[in-house]
């Protein structure tokens, strides 16, 4: 498949001699005219006309011969303008022995490709002609190819940022699914607080970091009073409800370096940083207070006529020396504050 466009190739011949112009074009087309057009003009303006119709036609000019010597614009002046217009058609000037000074200018005004003195030589016009024929052809093919190479790599660059944008939204979205799901590990499905595991890691943490700066750590055990009853009373869909509006009163109470989570069923665990016991103890006090105010739906179908919880309050160093121990001193704090009547604070110790 050939890599020129459509059109056959056209070989112009200018003279104001109607014999020569005659000659030109039976030798040439008796050679080329199966693969060209042969046109002829006997003047500059003539040969500029039809140069202008087979560009407006956008028929490819492959070859000019011009005559030196012609009225009105010489044969110089014509392929400068044939040159200026279109760079890639091949230019021969034919011209006698007294016009190499004719020569010299065309080769460097207008980019004369070859010359041939009258009178000519035929195997030598033809020779000439083919030569320039396979120039302006590799011209062609050259143009179209650094054509096609260019829309390729614009094509290619396309592709390329489309890729890249995919690439960044994946990316991005990948980024946002793991952090949903480093998220959802640690979090429990119902209240949106930390889960168990997440509870004992981060209590790890903040007992070491207490114990390396000497501050006091304090942890809050709390359980809902008569929640079994008020499930088996209201159903399970209810029971849900108090235990994400108790998460919601623990979380707005919360200093921002404390944290809350859901140590399992109704029980809740508040870690509370730098805070000595006794500080603890009237937070502790604060919270309960907040609960049993809440205006809970169904309320009535508990003793007491409200929603309460009970909460054991044990600090670090002061009632355990170590994260485990700790847990273990705030929840017997919590079951004496359970066992001494519920809706209270027990502290541990």
Known sequence: MSLLPEGREHILCVD??????????????ARFGEECEIEVAQ??????????????DGEPLAVVIADQI???????????????????????????QAGLDAVVAAIN?????????????????????????RQFRLHRENKQLVSDLNARNRELHFMNQVLEQKVDERTRELAEANARLAQMAVTDGLTGL?????????????????????????????????????NDCNGHPAGDDVLRQVAKLLV???????????????????????????TAAHVAEKLRQRIADFPFPRFDTVPGG???????????????????????SADAALYRAKSGGRDCVALAG
């Open 109 to 133: 005004r207008a980019g004369l490709n070859h010359y041939i003195p009258k009178p000519w030589d035929e195997p030598d016009l033809r020779l000439a002609v083919e030569n320039l024929l």
């Open 43 to 56: 003047s500059a303006g003539d040969a500029l006309e039809l140069m202008d119709e087979l560009e407006k």
């Open 194 to 230: 930390y889960n168990h595991r997440h509870f004992h890691e981060r209590l790890a943490l903040e007992v070491e970091r207490s114990g390396r700066n000497g501050l006091p750590l304090a942890l809050f055990m709390i359980d809902v009073d008569h929640f079994k009853r008020y």
């Open 306 to 328: 409200r929603i309460t919880v009970s909460i054991g309050v044990a600090a670090f160093p002061d009632d355990a020396g170590d994260a485990e121990a700790l847990v273990r």
């Open 252 to 278: 707005e109470g919360r200093r921002a370096n404390d944290f809350c989570a859901r140590y399992g069923g109704e029980e809740f665990a508040v870690v509370l940083v730098d805070t000595p016991k006794l």
């Open 16 to 29: 104001d001699e109607e014999g020569i112009l005659n000659a030109l074009r039976q030798q040439l087309g």
């Open 70 to 96: 012609m009225p009105g614009m010489k044969g110089v002046e014509l392929l400068e303008e044939v040159h200026r217009r279109s760079p890639g058609t091949t230019k021969i000037l034919l011209t006698g």
